[in-house]
């Protein structure tokens, strides 16, 4: 199965600012509503931002609205987080997805971020 690949994770400060890219080889999911989320130690998962396949409608989790902007770019087929303004309570594994009908099934393989205080 084709796999949706995750970059730009790490280690950061808190205030810092971080970028993180998702991948997926060829024309994959193109054409696929794409999110991140995350997954905080001991808690669920949960969405973080969402963008449309044409990329003029987005969704943003209230803890990271004004901090947070998601975009695609479909002639490279990769989808970013950027997050800026970092808090401690960002510290998660990252996650992107696609969702290519109504649902998301896709996953990446997730990238860990640390925001130190």
């Known amino acids: 199965q084709v796999q949706l690949v995750e970059s730009g994770g790490g280690l950061v400060q808190a205030g810092g600012s971080l970028r993180l890219s998702c991948a997926a080889p060829?024309?994959?999911?193109?054409?696929?509503?794409k999110g991140w989320f995350r997954q905080a130690p001991g808690k669920e998962r949960e969405i973080v931002a969402e963008i449309n396949w044409s990329g003029d409608g987005t969704y943003y989790a209230d803890s990271v609205k004004g901090r947070f902007t998601i975009s695609r770019d479909n002639a490279k087929n990769t989808v970013d987080l950027q997050m800026n303004s970092l808090k401690p309570e960002d510290t998660a594994v990252y996650y992107c997805?696609?969702?290519?009908?109504?649902?998301?099934?896709?996953w990446g393989q997730g990238t860990q971020v640390i925001v130190s205080s």
């Open positions: 997805a696609a969702r290519p009908v109504t649902k998301y099934t896709y």
């Open positions: 060829g024309r994959t999911f193109s054409s696929s509503t």
